[in-house]
């Protein structure tokens, strides 16, 4: 009996190598966001920090327009990190559906494999019984004679 070989072996590591790839990025971006979400964390703080200043005390014209254009400066950080953390999300979306295809290749090759698995060793079965009836065969024709 014959030993099975599927002819897209390879191709099916380099799928899995992929997929390995494509998961590993979807959770560095996953980390990414979740540092980005941390900062826009701490510059709201830091924003509410600065109001409640502003409000609770009473200030000088300097002071105020002070903190009024740091708060605007916290302001437009929080706007950038919020635009970063949506192109991330949209990379990450990117590589979910590269990820989803890499899948669906990988399972029709493995599908592809064992169907030739399957008619491989149908055709192993019939060399096998072929064999077994030629034996009988020969056995039969020394027995009569």
């Known amino acids: 009996m014959g030993n099975f070989k599927f002819?897209?072996?390879s191709i099916i590591g380099v799928k899995e190598i992929?997929?390995?790839?494509?998961?590993?990025?979807?959770?560095?971006i996953d980390v990414e966001i979740e540092g980005l979400r941390y900062q826009l964390f701490v510059v709201i703080e830091e924003r509410n920090i600065?109001?409640?200043r502003m409000i609770d005390h009473a200030m000088k014209v300097a002071e105020y327009q002070?903190?009024?254009i740091y708060d605007?400066?916290?302001?437009?950080?929080?706007?950038?990190i919020e635009k970063m953390i949506i192109g991330l999300q949209r990379k990450k979306e990117i590589k979910k559906n590269e990820l989803i295809e890499i899948k669906k290749e990988i399972k029709v090759f493995e599908t592809l494999k064992e169907n030739q698995r399957e008619t491989f060793l149908i055709e192993e079965g019939r060399a096998e019984l072929k064999e077994l009836n030629e034996i009988a065969v020969r056995n039969y024709s020394?027995?009569?004679q």
């Open 50 to 52: 600065v109001n409640a």
């Open 142 to 144: 020394r027995n009569v």
């Open 72 to 80: 605007s400066m916290l302001d437009n950080k929080a706007v950038s």
């Open 18 to 28: 992929q997929e390995k790839r494509l998961q590993e990025a979807i959770s560095a």
């Open 66 to 68: 002070s903190a009024k």
């Open 7 to 9: 002819k897209f072996e």
